[in-house]
């Protein structure tokens, strides 16, 4: 299994020894997820958090209207998982679903609680991805109340500048809270200003 960027991942944040990280490598787990394939759905309990190798995940909750809410995409090198579902292991809300064929590393809530007995230095790495994550939703919350969907735009281009020209307008515009019709049109009016 190639764990070459998850340590890189980790190692921006702690050091472990040769021996810690052979003893966390041995609780991940390698999967492929073919595009448009859900790893988990509205109503599963979500019980592991997935690391993305290759390719890209979204995470999303459908509205009653039958409009889609993109939370996070996940190139790689990015964490992703219904975190509400798996800090309470009930039924989450999200849909997680390959935009391209992904390969991902799963890590089991399960397995977490032995890693952080014996390598206690893991608790300081999740305390800083959720510490980062907390800090990028209330951003993103923020953002959502007060920016116009052009400063919305362009604070997903700053987040997540390697998805720009390969993500549909279809999805960008669900991550911004906008139409797809909308994005275009404002996209549009944008180069021809140029």
């Not at 890189?8 to 003893?23: D, F, P």
């Not at 920016?147 to 362009?154: P, T, V």
Request: aromatic share 12%; net charge neutral.
């Amino acid at each position: 299994m190639n764990t070459e960027l998850l340590l890189k991942n980790i190692a921006m944040h702690i050091s472990l020894t040769t021996e810690e990280e052979a003893y966390f490598a041995s609780f991940l787990q390698y999967k492929n997820i073919r595009r448009k394939q859900f790893l988990f759905q509205e109503g599963d309990v979500n019980k592991f958090q997935a690391f993305v190798i290759e390719g890209c995940l979204r995470s999303y909750s459908i509205d009653r209207s039958g409009f889609e809410h993109v939370l996070q995409f996940a190139p790689p090198g990015w964490w992703i998982g219904d975190m509400q579902s798996i800090i309470t292991q009930q039924p989450g809300t999200l849909y997680i679903d390959a935009i391209d064929d992904t390969a991902i590393i799963l890590l089991f809530k399960s397995d977490l609680e032995k890693i952080y007995t014996a390598v206690p230095k893991f608790e300081r790495f999740f305390r800083i991805l959720a510490e980062n994550a907390l800090a990028t939703y209330q951003h993103r919350l923020i953002g959502n109340l007060s920016l116009s969907a052009k400063e919305r735009y362009e604070n997903f281009c700053r987040l997540y500048p390697s998805l720009i020209q390969c993500l549909p307008q279809k999805q960008i515009a669900a991550y911004i809270g906008v139409t797809p019709e909308f994005l275009s049109k404002m996209l549009n009016q944008g180069t021809a200003k140029k």
